[in-house]
């Protein structure tokens, strides 16, 4: 799979580490509840930019840290083990549609993040779950600057522009 047919892809998981002698894969889930990923049968693993490999799941369970799953020709530690860091690929047609005001995070990623007042905060670099909500770390000339993703602060996502206005609140 070249990087030229990657551009329906979207990120939503990555595997940390062998589980057992058996070529079981521990995985980070990326997806809202962490068994979701469990329903794509067909994975693309590989880094950003490629080269992609196709698996097909064979088997997946939840467990406290994540999920432990088999991949279709992953037999033993070794195979498993060297397939640990890679990130999990699905193609964006397989992912469920989102109401108007959901989005998913990879598409928010690189978009301007603007105050409601005009001014250019950054480019939205992450996001990342706290207990209490969303957060995303925006570039600001160089700097870290974190802004809750929540319905008070966020005001309008742009998909088509590429921009998130935010209202700043003291102290932000």
Sequence with gaps: MTESENIDLLVVGRLVGSHGVRGELKVN??????????????????LKGGPYKSYTLVSGRGNAKGLIVRLSGVDDRETAQ???????????????D????????????GMMVVSEDGEELGRLQHLFETGANDVMSVDSQGEERLIPFTQEIVLNVDVANKVVMVRLLPGM
């Excluded at 060297?82 to 469920?96: F, H, T």
């Excluded at 109401?99 to 598409?107: A, G, L, T």
């Design 98 to 109: 989102l109401d108007d005001d959901q989005y998913y995070w990879n598409d928010l990623i």
């Design 82 to 96: 060297a397939l640990s860091g890679n990130d999990i690929w699905v193609p964006r047609s397989q992912l469920p």
């Design 29 to 46: 889930s990326f997806t809202e509840q962490k068994e979701d990923l469990l329903n794509f049968p067909d994975w693309i693993l590989g």
